[in-house]
């Protein structure tokens, strides 16, 4: 991954978000990492934040949230795509 100010991620994802591209393309990959950049550095709505955090309107976050959660989709273990054995000690993927 390539690091990006928040700034700089979150002007590829508005770049981007009418029209996502392919998950598998380059172009997707560079998307994914920006989105996951800008929702891991803007607090939530619920969090304490100083005035100099980056913020997101209620609805865009609810909105990005349900985009990264659709393009997560096609891996049914999330942020583990060789399965959950490895979580659990055990590889399940292997018999």
């Not at 998950?23 to 996951?36: C, I, K, T």
């Not at 349900?66 to 060789?82: E, K, S």
């Amino acid at each position: 991954m390539i690091e990006k100010s928040w700034e700089d991620a979150l002007e590829i994802v508005v770049g981007f978000l009418e029209a996502p591209p392919e998950p598998d393309s380059d172009e997707g990959r560079r998307f994914d990492e920006a989105l996951a950049r800008v929702l891991a550095g803007a607090p939530t709505p619920l969090a304490e934040t100083d005035e100099t955090a980056p913020a997101l309107d209620p609805g865009l976050r609810q909105r990005l949230d349900d985009l990264a959660r659709r393009r997560a989709g096609h891996n049914p273990f999330g942020d583990y795509p060789d399965g959950i054995g490895p979580t659990l000690g055990m590889n399940l993927g292997e018999r």
